[in-house]
């Protein structure tokens, strides 16, 4: 993978502009030239005295659009980003979208041609895990850099084209290491995913497009990742809608086993003059157990009580006196069996369904649910053509279930509930024309094509409409969230930008919108660089401003592990508090291990910047960058001043003791006010020693004015 990095650093200008150099007709600076050459070629383009060749010295070129037919290239101010950029997205450049993958790979450093591939017959297993190949487990070459691999090793994908571990992560490389390139595929998956996105919409689209296409493909991200969102939007309600549906299925089942179906009778029908013989077809309009020559006579419990389980009538049609046999259409133990079939078979897997779709969403969970549905429908379609055409109701109704709220893809769905029906109305039709004596054409007719067929269309349209919609405010949902995180986002580096405090910044935001005046007792630090200005002078501004900075940020994290408040930097002088912005009780001792911390920041700093001998004048035992720490405890008094600019700022005697501590201290040493000694003495990890000469020294003379400010007692 190194070699493969370097690879591409070496060679991301040469190939590229030997890839694109027929274009530029001869302009582009070739870096096998003398160093004499070059400086001459770029001082003319910089005079203007260099042109592009017009379009008829390369045959079917055309001028850059965006310089005019006759105006002059300046091309010598770019950077090697802005130029390999402008050649990358000149359509001048390359005349097709073909050419421009070409030089694309080109500039990567490794697409190989074909043939420079390994050889397929080289080695019976994978270069990379090891793996055998079979005619299952498939070899692939990596299109980058040639390699015999199989499938697992050859997952990742660059233009299109099948790519290894090791390429893929060189081309990652290659983006991080240039922004023209990273922004080249920004572009690239913004136009994916706007393409991904139109076919989101379509359920059928979006299956197809997650199927057919690769693993890492946008659409199948996003749908996966709807179906989720989907299923886990969705579980309460689904569960209530099937357990209400599973109940319904209850009372229609009993209610068709133990009075509808038994009531149903098929008539033999006699005529004693010719003794002829017919079979009346069984539907449900003429088949009820009634006969209007014997009204009073319960025909079905008759039959009940029989000894062959049907009883024959004599019954007078058109004048002739006919023995009409009735007999049940659906004998008890078929009856029987349908019981055992919906009890042991439907309603279990209905409640299995039920229990899947309460778990998280899986790819495995979600083929297992469309499995166990296509059971139940097969289990009512099997009812339905063995038994009663009125199954076919539960099994219209179950389509309408799974329409409206299966965690199934939505075209999986209708592929499923389609094949279904479309089965039922085959079968049932061929079954009508081989026995018409036990399968009415009637029926047929009346339920399934009249009553059931509307309810399975219905359905199917029902739950297209509604997933086609619920895609359609899942993206502006999607939209909403980044749009927001983009906010989010950039208040937060606004929030970095402005050197204001936490709970002053929250302050700001939130109603009525006014930054808070603090007025508590807590602990300042001033730590300031000894003799700032001489070493300022010693050393370049660029240096100086960046050792400025590594200071400091040194001293942001010391504060941030600590609790220590930061309120601002004086130039070198940085400015801390505790006890002021948050409650802290040990205030006092955190911030004098924080000032001590600050001097072993200060080692780091010379050693990492060498800055031994850049001292206080540069010779002695100041020989080091050094900083003198002050602190000092009592009440003080914070808030926000200012109009444009919001600054965040100390107030308060002890604000001045702090500054004089600070000005007064010995370097690489901390000087703390007697109150500050007071309330960090307890702490077993700290040890304090008296400044005798300090102690009572007077900061002014006594003079006419009275006596002069005197320093607290230090330590």
Not at 30 to 51: A, L, P, T
Not at 210 to 221: A, G, P, R
Not at 432 to 454: C, G, I, R, W
Not at 457 to 466: D, K, L, N, R, S
Request: charged residues 25%; contains cysteine.
């Amino acid at each position: 993978m190194l070699e493969a990095k370097e690879r591409i650093r070496s060679s991301l200008r040469k190939q590229y502009l030997q890839q694109a150099s027929s274009g530029l007709g001869g302009l582009l600076i070739d870096e096998d030239e003398s160093d004499q050459e070059n400086h001459k070629q770029v001082k003319g383009m910089r005079q203007n005295i260099i042109k592009r060749n017009t379009r008829g010295s390369v045959p079917g070129a055309k001028p850059f659009t965006n310089t005019g037919k006759n105006k002059m290239m300046m091309m010598a101010h770019m950077d090697e980003a802005e130029f390999l950029e402008l050649i990358y997205e000149s359509n001048e450049v390359f005349e097709s979208k073909d050419d421009r993958e070409q030089a694309s790979n080109a500039l990567l450093g490794l697409r190989v041609n074909k043939d420079d591939w390994v050889a397929d017959d080289h080695a019976k297993e994978c270069t990379e895990c090891g793996e055998s190949f079979t005619f299952f487990f498939r070899r692939h070459h990596c299109r980058f850099c040639g390699r015999l691999l199989c499938e697992n090793c050859t997952k990742h994908r660059i233009k299109k084209q099948r790519t290894c571990d090791s390429c893929q992560s060189a081309f990652d490389f290659s983006q991080n290491k240039n922004d023209w390139l990273a922004k080249a595929q920004e572009k690239e998956d913004a136009e994916e995913y706007k393409n991904a996105s139109s076919n989101f919409v379509s359920p059928c689209l979006a299956f197809c497009g997650s199927v057919c296409q690769q693993s890492k493909n946008k659409l199948k991200i996003l749908n996966m990742a709807y179906q989720k969102d989907r299923v886990a939007n969705m579980k309460r309600r689904q569960l209530q809608l099937w357990f209400v549906f599973l109940a319904c299925c209850i009372i229609v089942f009993h209610s068709l086993n133990s009075a509808v179906l038994p009531s149903r009778c098929s008539k033999s029908v006699v005529q004693l003059s010719d003794l002829t013989s017919t079979r009346s077809s069984y539907s449900m309009a003429d088949s009820t157990c009634k006969s209007s020559f014997h009204p009073d006579l319960d025909i079905e419990k008759a039959i009940r009580f029989s000894s062959n389980n049907s009883i024959t009538l004599p019954e007078e049609t058109n004048g002739h006196v006919v023995n009409v046999t009735y007999s049940h259409r659906i004998e008890n133990d078929a009856l029987q069996t349908a019981s055992l079939i919906t009890g042991l078979v439907f309603y279990p897997l209905v409640l299995l369904y039920i229990y899947i779709t309460q778990r998280s969403f899986t790819l495995q969970l979600f083929w297992l649910s469309e499995i166990i549905l296509s059971l139940c429908l097969l289990v009512l379609l099997g009812l339905c053509l063995s038994y009663s055409i009125l199954y076919g109701y539960l099994l219209a109704g179950t389509i309408l279930m799974i329409q409206v709220t299966s965690a199934m893809e939505m075209a999986v769905s209708l592929i499923s509930s389609f094949t279904t029906w479309a089965l039922y109305l085959i079968i049932f039709t061929a079954l009508v024309n081989a026995y018409p004596e036990s399968y009415s054409l009637n029926d047929f007719l009346n339920h399934a094509m009249e009553k059931q067929t509307p309810i399975v269309v219905i359905a199917w349209f029902a739950g297209y409409v509604m997933d086609t919609r619920h895609r359609e405010i899942y993206l502006k949902t999607e939209s909403i969230k980044k749009q927001r995180l983009a906010i989010q986002t950039e208040q937060e580096k606004n929030k970095k930008l402005v050197s204001l405090p936490k709970i002053i910044l929250d302050g700001l935001q939130e109603p009525p919108y006014k930054a808070p005046v603090l007025d508590a007792f807590g602990t300042v630090l001033y730590a300031d660089i000894v003799s700032f200005t001489v070493f300022s002078g010693k050393i370049p501004a660029i240096d100086l401003v960046q050792i400025l900075d590594d200071m400091f940020d040194m001293h942001d994290i010391l504060a941030s592990d600590l609790k220590v408040d930061k309120v601002k930097t004086l130039g070198d002088c940085y400015v801390a508090c505790t006890g002021v912005l948050s409650l802290n009780a040990s205030h006092a001792a955190a911030m004098v291990k924080f000032g001590l911390g600050l001097h072993w920041n200060m080692r780091k700093l010379n050693i990492k910047w060498d800055l031994a001998g850049k001292g206080l004048d540069g010779k002695g035992p100041d020989t080091d960058l050094r900083i003198r720490v002050g602190i000092a405890s009592g009440p003080a008094i914070g808030g926000v001043v200012g109009g444009k600019k919001y600054i965040f700022d100390l107030w308060g005697d002890v604000v001045e003791q702090a500054e004089l501590m600070e000005s007064g201290g010995i370097p690489e040493r901390v000087q703390v006010s007697h109150s500050t000694w007071l309330r960090s003495s307890k702490d077993p990890n700290l040890k304090f020693k008296c400044r005798p000469d300090a102690e009572q020294e007077v900061l002014k003379n006594d003079g006419a004015n009275g006596p002069g400010k005197r320093f607290p007692t230090v330590y």
